[in-house]
């Protein structure tokens, strides 16, 4: 019969993280610092940070999740992977944006569906950050609702025609490569997904003005005018272009949450120090219980945001061990989705909490809340809408049969 102290030896659970991570990430904190000065100087001057891609090749740490077979590699499994995004979110979701499409939609995508000589020739240039990797699947009228995308492709001559609009697509302009999705010409069935040279006649980016947020990233609108894809640049098995853009959607999702994660962080660093700096009314502010309350809630809400992105971080490597186990990918598809949304929700209220606390200086650019509360916003929309993901963990309970498109 155990003891009663014995239980505690029962549990496999264990928050700790390896020396090995703790290398990592001492790394990943080391360049975030160093590059902080950079963003701060681009988001001010309202410009597209050109920087991101050079200067985190020269600390290798564009191919984290990537195997070391592959270029600059570096083979971290999910866990290591989301504390490092989530790090990395704390400079800001314009940097974060390019770590998520270049390695969650791009890197890992290519690693789970492409063939050995795609993954030969499209990883190695990626994690050395010789090529930058894009995700085209957004249509001016298929954002959401995937399916309804118009883009076509047609066969001709041992070669793939693409002709179509993707809009909202991060790196656009700025890629090499682009994972693109289309139809059959005609068609409204069989999607398929490929990987398109940007350099390709017929392709054609143009930088989305005037948004709300994320001045330094780049957003683009991309035109194909019959752009050529070789044969073998097909990824994934014809007509399974659907089954290929979801994945990517889901490590898209995980690294959103592993950013939002490191927003919610850096707002509540940001809040402590202010309060405990500025005085009203005769002392400090952070002695005031309805600021204490705004402190409160985002701290409570950092760790539910981070237990889920850990959750979700933990299902996905034991995913990533086995790929063809369905079960696995359904609980870790939920587990992203769940992830995804809280942590996208409580980031952008934790930059709302943290303007509130700065007051009237909250409301300028020049400290980081309120950049952080205009680039956030976006986190609720892209890699899933919030109603869309509010569905889909529904029906982690409800079951499919109560879809609402079925």
């Known amino acids: 019969m155990l003891e009663q102290n014995e239980f505690m030896n029962l549990s496999k659970m264990n928050f700790d993280i390896s020396e090995e991570q703790a290398m990592v990430l001492e790394q990943v904190d080391r360049a975030c610092r160093e590059f902080r000065p950079i963003e701060d100087k681009c988001y001010l001057e309202h410009r597209i940070n050109d920087q991101v891609r050079p200067f985190f090749a020269k600390a290798h740490l564009l191919g984290l999740p990537t195997s070391r077979k592959y270029g600059d590699g570096q083979g971290a499994d999910m866990m290591t992977y989301a504390l490092a995004v989530e790090r990395i979110g704390r400079e800001g979701t314009g940097v974060r944006t390019f770590f998520s499409v270049h390695m969650a939609l791009g890197q890992m995508t290519i690693q789970h569906w492409g063939t050995e000589e795609q993954k030969a020739k499209y990883l190695p240039p990626a994690t050395r950050g010789d090529a930058v990797l894009a995700f085209g699947l957004t249509e001016p009228n298929a954002g959401s609702d995937p399916a309804s995308l118009t883009t076509y492709f047609e066969e001709k001559g041992g070669k793939y025609y693409l002709t179509g609009q993707k809009m909202w697509i991060s790196l656009g302009s700025t890629a090499k490569y682009i994972l693109v999705f289309a139809y059959p010409k005609g068609k409204r069935e069989g999607m398929c997904g490929f990987i398109m040279d940007t350099s ?72 402590v120090r ?23 809630l985002m701290s409570m809400n950092l760790d539910a945001a981070k237990l889920l992105l850990l959750k979700a971080a933990f299902i996905k490597q034991k995913y990533e061990e086995d790929p063809k186990n369905r079960a696995l990918m359904e609980a870790t598809d939920l587990a992203c989705t769940k992830a995804k949304y809280f942590a996208a929700n409580a980031s952008f209220d934790a930059a709302n909490r943290a303007v509130q606390v700065f007051g009237a200086n909250g409301y300028s650019l020049e400290n980081r809340p309120a950049r952080h509360l205009a680039d956030s916003r976006v986190t609720m929309i892209y890699e899933g809408a919030n109603e869309i993901l509010e569905q889909k963990m529904a029906l982690g309970s409800l079951g499919k049969s109560f879809e609402a498109y079925s």
Do not use: W
């Open 200 to 271: 390709t006649p017929g392709y054609k980016a143009e930088i989305i003005p005037h948004k709300l947020g994320l001045p330094t990233a780049d957003t683009s609108t991309v035109y194909l005018d019959k752009a050529e894809v070789a044969k073998e640049d097909m990824l994934g098995p014809p007509g399974k272009g659907m089954s290929v853009a979801l994945s990517g959607l889901m490590n898209g999702r995980l690294s959103v949450a592993a950013g939002c994660v490191g927003v919610i962080q850096d707002c509540l660093d940001e809040a």
């Open 274 to 296: 202010y309060a405990g700096v500025r005085f009203q009314h005769g002392k400090l502010i952070g002695k005031h219980q309805l600021v204490q309350r705004h402190i409160g």
